[in-house]
């Protein structure tokens, strides 16, 4: 990979760039993360190991590519839009792009030293796993500490919503009280993280909170009224236990960032809140074109018998882009993909809110004007 090449560590096809405006512009922007950001890593670790990719195959990409497109996803990710927002190009995915499906916080060794069974992910890599990636591609970017920091405070750093994998890949069989226990451990990965970066050079750096674990189709059923629970939000149809968790993270979350803020004067460090949004858009979809039951997943499996996930449209073991599984015709009038990630009109609503407000602290475009 040349050094001038424009690396967009998410999104990556051939269209042409929006051009940005003089005061928006980043070079390059590096993406951390897991499926929702993952544009081909995990494509390319499935040939290495032997396991297919979901996303090889159609209704994956059908909203704007037209073709699968290696992303989980209709069209477009978050991380897409904020490059045609700052005019970056798309490009071919390389492992380089970090963030890959199954990504976690935490390393393997953390959970087997808390005695923690996971379930398995032949794709699961750690964060620190995703910066060791970062440091063998620095090479081809610039030879000199002066040179990358140059380089990386003209670059635009985001720790996408990598932390929901921590959580999910827990027994359900976990209380809400042990898994929230864990979280101080997450957050500190993700701030050592966030040093890391800035003390390489980076001025700019995104940190997204986690999602609203609570409306996701593993929670819903697994651990939903088929298992005799019933604590659920009136007003979104969500687990409340498991959003409880979500926003405990959150909090934590944006503590530590604070701290940091403190800490690196001369960095802007952004808290890209995604759980409010999603929150918003299951209370009041029709607000934002989307349909009715904003919980059901757009591509999904139904069958005529009376199974678990029928009232969401997903069953684990028949997921989007596996034979006979089929997506609905318009996914824009859908929050939830494909029962692990949101659809595109979804990602664009996220996407602006980052960059103009209200769900950021500061808005990206903002803290890159100051």
């Given at each position: 990979m040349?050094?001038?090449?424009?690396?967009i560590?998410s999104?990556l096809?051939?269209?042409?760039?929006?051009?940005p405006?003089?005061?928006?512009?980043?070079?390059?922007i590096f993406s951390?993360?897991?499926?929702c950001?993952?544009?081909?890593?995990?494509?390319?670790?499935a040939?290495?190991r032997?396991?297919s990719?979901y996303t090889?195959?159609l209704?994956?990409g059908?909203?704007f590519?037209?073709?699968?497109?290696n992303r989980f996803?209709?069209?477009?990710?978050i991380?897409?839009?904020?490059a045609e927002?700052?005019?970056l190009?798309?490009?071919?995915p390389?492992?380089?792009?970090?963030?890959?499906?199954g990504a976690?916080a935490?390393?393997?060794t953390?959970?087997?030293?808390?005695n923690?069974?996971t379930?398995k992910?032949?794709s699961?890599?750690?964060l620190?796993s995703?910066?060791?990636?970062?440091e063998?591609?620095k090479p081809?970017?610039?030879?000199?500490?002066?040179?990358?920091r140059?380089?990386?405070?003209?670059s635009?750093?985001?720790?996408?919503q990598?932390?929901?994998?921590d959580?999910?890949?827990?027994?359900s069989s976990?209380?809400?009280e042990r898994?929230m226990?864990?979280?101080?451990?997450?957050i500190?990965?993700?701030?050592?993280t966030?040093k890391?970066l800035?003390?390489?050079?980076?001025?700019?750096?995104?940190?997204?909170?986690n999602?609203?674990?609570?409306?996701q189709p593993?929670?819903?059923?697994?651990?939903?009224?088929?298992?005799?629970?019933?604590?659920?939000d009136?007003?979104?149809?969500c687990?409340?236990k498991?959003n409880?968790?979500?926003?405990?993270?959150?909090?934590?979350?944006l503590?530590?960032?604070?701290?940091?803020?403190i800490k690196?004067r001369?960095?802007k460090?952004?808290?890209?809140d995604i759980?409010?949004?999603i929150?918003d858009?299951?209370r009041?979809?029709?607000r934002?074109g989307?349909t009715?039951?904003?919980?059901?997943?757009?591509?999904?499996?139904?069958?005529?018998f009376?199974?678990?996930?029928r009232?969401?449209?997903?069953?684990l073991?028949?997921?989007c882009?596996?034979?006979?599984v089929t997506a609905?015709?318009?996914p824009?009038?859908?929050?939830?993909?494909?029962g692990l990630?949101f659809t595109?009109a979804?990602n664009?609503?996220v996407?602006?809110s980052?960059?103009k407000g209200?769900?950021?602290?500061?808005?990206?475009l903002?803290?890159?004007?100051?």
């Amino acid at each position: 990979m040349k050094r001038t090449t424009l690396i967009i560590l998410s999104l990556l096809l051939f269209l042409e760039p929006i051009q940005p405006t003089p005061s928006h512009k980043f070079n390059s922007i590096f993406s951390f993360g897991d499926s929702c950001t993952d544009t081909g890593n995990a494509n390319v670790l499935a040939k290495k190991r032997s396991w297919s990719s979901y996303t090889d195959n159609l209704p994956y990409g059908m909203t704007f590519f037209r073709r699968p497109s290696n992303r989980f996803c209709d069209g477009r990710l978050i991380v897409d839009f904020l490059a045609e927002e700052f005019g970056l190009p798309y490009l071919k995915p390389y492992l380089a792009n970090f963030a890959v499906v199954g990504a976690t916080a935490l390393d393997d060794t953390f959970f087997k030293q808390h005695n923690i069974t996971t379930s398995k992910s032949p794709s699961r890599k750690s964060l620190s796993s995703q910066l060791q990636w970062f440091e063998e591609l620095k090479p081809s970017l610039c030879q000199t500490p002066k040179e990358c920091r140059d380089y990386f405070g003209r670059s635009l750093f985001i720790l996408a919503q990598i932390q929901g994998n921590d959580y999910f890949i827990m027994p359900s069989s976990l209380s809400v009280e042990r898994m929230m226990s864990y979280s101080s451990a997450i957050i500190q990965t993700i701030a050592r993280t966030i040093k890391e970066l800035i003390d390489q050079g980076a001025k700019t750096v995104v940190v997204a909170g986690n999602i609203p674990i609570g409306c996701q189709p593993k929670y819903l059923i697994i651990n939903g009224k088929s298992k005799g629970h019933s604590s659920y939000d009136p007003s979104t149809g969500c687990i409340e236990k498991y959003n409880r968790l979500s926003r405990h993270h959150n909090s934590l979350l944006l503590e530590a960032i604070k701290k940091l803020r403190i800490k690196y004067r001369d960095a802007k460090i952004i808290y890209a809140d995604i759980y409010k949004p999603i929150i918003d858009f299951i209370r009041f979809p029709q607000r934002y074109g989307f349909t009715s039951k904003p919980l059901v997943v757009c591509c999904g499996t139904s069958h005529e018998f009376n199974w678990p996930g029928r009232e969401y449209n997903w069953d684990l073991l028949r997921q989007c882009g596996t034979p006979n599984v089929t997506a609905c015709q318009n996914p824009s009038t859908y929050v939830n993909w494909d029962g692990l990630c949101f659809t595109e009109a979804t990602n664009r609503y996220v996407a602006n809110s980052w960059l103009k407000g209200p769900y950021s602290d500061p808005p990206i475009l903002d803290a890159h004007t100051n």
